[in-house]
């Protein structure tokens, strides 16, 4: 898989996925502050919402030594490194409730790009349904609401 070749709307299933999955793991701790980290007590892998999306996507667990730093990540990934830290900014804007930062960081390493009105449509749709932010203490609660915009948005992408 190429990051290239990915759809706005797989990036945000990719991290629902991810999180749920990564998150029944007894070796990840989910941590939406850090792209990659290693609990040094338990030692095992921590990471956010971005890092259960590549997880996810490309169907890898990372180790320990290969969670820590971007380039860790894409050599494990194979993929360009600037392209990954787009995509990571990308996911985690997603998150954090930044959309139209989102949708700028994924015309950078998508070529599956999104026309105007499409992006119009994507912001009115994560207005809409007032979307929170991605936080440690609440994640697990928000999600429902994120899957409803995962369906808005794949309704957008199919449809206009």
């Not at 290239?4 to 991290?15: C, F, G, L």
């Not at 969670?67 to 996911?91: H, M, S, W």
């Not at 015309?107 to 026309?115: D, R, V």
């Not at 994507?122 to 899957?147: D, F, G, H, T």
Request: hydrophobic content about 40%; some cysteine.
């Amino acid at each position: 898989m190429e990051l290239k070749d990915i759809k706005y709307s797989q990036i945000i299933e990719a991290m629902i996925e991810g999180l749920k999955e990564y998150s029944q793991k007894p070796d990840f701790k989910i941590n939406m502050s850090t792209f990659g980290d290693v609990d040094l007590k338990d030692g095992i892998c921590v990471g956010c919402a971005a890092t259960c999306a590549l997880q996810k996507l490309f169907n890898v667990s990372f180790k320990p030594y290969e969670i820590l730093g971007l380039k860790n990540r894409a050599y494990v990934l194979k993929q360009n490194l600037r392209l990954l830290d787009d995509f990571e900014t990308c996911v985690d804007s997603i998150r954090s409730g930044l959309i139209s930062l989102s949708l700028r960081e994924f015309h950078f390493f998508s070529e599956q790009k999104l026309n105007e009105k499409q992006i119009e449509k994507i912001r009115e749709a994560y207005a809409n349904l007032r979307l929170k932010p991605l936080i440690n203490l609440s994640w697990e609660k928000n999600l429902p609401k994120y899957e409803e915009f995962l369906l808005k948005v794949k309704e957008i992408e199919n449809n206009l």
